[in-house]
């Protein structure tokens, strides 16, 4: 089916929603229909959000994670714990686990994880600047909080590996969050008591099943 | 439950995408989150996409169909039959005949529907200047083509009495929509036949119960 649209510029700004993951053509129409009816300061506002954001904002030069500053607020706020370093794959990660309030600690965002299908290797994830971090000597505990996917498994796998050799204590976040499922939609109250329940590495993988 | 925003300018972005229909909290972050793993051409790409069409889009001085010039090209186009006017709430649901490849006559965009709880009455959407269009004397049959919904049948109903004093037949789409569908996602062969089937207004109505 060939969409005849009346306008190129109208096409021209529904193809660029439509790249967007999960919005379909007619989705892409009624967006930006709606956006054609706002008024000019709405869609300014609308516009330069994107392009500021992406302008502007700075990841933090310890844990990876989005930041307004050099440093960001987690990281820079002397009330947390920062002997203990949370381990999670994405930005979207640390907010579900803040929403949780059970950890006080510090974060370490690997900004992806290890899947040899999509071609990324260790070296495509922060994985060498947490172990500086470890090596530093202020953290006594990693905790791994990634995916309990065969990804997710890989990459504790190889940092626990990477960790060994210094003297730090690496646990993983108890999975009361089913195996297969994603971090990121599982709901705070079971997120919150698998940080809790967090057992060492070592253990953990004794009790599951291959 | 509250959100902690790693960064005002990640909320910020957030905020504005959530106001787009249909768009929920999580998935704006989502869709953010795609757009910040963009290079920075396409993200110019799409913020520009939309400021250019607010900014650069006109509407047909005819039938009110979006355009990129001041004349649309359906209206501007010599081979259509100028004499049949079909009358649509708006842009989408020209788009949707035009996929039919049914309908070789022009458009007449309302830009709404009457209805009263909304406040939109017909001063508000362009029925006057389709009644303007019937007057000058080229169009022989309106067609209406408007949801077989409450307010669609009121606007149908003030249409046809607006254009009775005139020498133009008046005639509405087959319901071979189902009643209460509304037009923009009706299949095509659905949508294609019921222009084809399109019976006198008088006619359609006595066959229609109350």
């Known amino acids: 089916m060939s969409s005849h649209y009346p306008s190129y510029l109208l096409e021209n700004a529904v193809n660029e929603f ?19 009816r706002q008024d000019d300061v709405s869609l ?13 904002v700075k990841y933090c030069s310890c844990c990876h994670n989005i930041s307004d ?32 309030v059970q950890f006080r600690g510090l974060y370490h965002v690997l ?12 070296s495509d994830i922060e994985i060498s600047s947490l172990v500086d971090r470890v090596k530093s000597g202020e953290v006594t505990e990693v905790i791994l909080a ?8 890989t990459t504790n796998f190889y940092i626990y590996r990477k960790l060994q050799p ?30 809790i329940n967090r057992t060492p590495f070592d253990e953990s993988y004794k009790t599951v099943s291959k």
């Not at 053509?25 to 967006?31: E, I, P, S």
């Not at 300014?44 to 502007?56: Q, Y």
């Not at 990634?146 to 498994?153: N, R, V, Y």
């Open 146 to 153: 990634l995916s309990a996917t065969m990804e997710g498994d």
């Open 166 to 195: 210094y003297n730090v204590k690496v646990s993983i976040i108890a999975r009361g969050v089913a195996i297969g499922d994603e971090i990121e939609y599982a709901d705070e109250i079971t997120l919150g008591r698998s940080i």
């Open 69 to 100: 500053s050099e440093v960001c607020a987690i990281c820079s706020d002397k009330s947390r714990d920062a002997s203990t370093v949370c381990v999670v794959e994405n930005i979207k990660e640390v907010m579900a686990i803040e929403n949780t």
């Open 44 to 56: 300014e506002n609308f516009a330069s959000a994107i392009a500021t954001l992406k302008h502007d």
């Open 111 to 122: 900004g992806g994880i290890i899947s040899p299908i999509d071609g990324i290797g260790p």
């Open 18 to 36: 439509a790249k967007l993951p999960g919005i379909g053509r007619k989705t892409a129409l009624r967006l930006v229909l709606h956006l054609l």
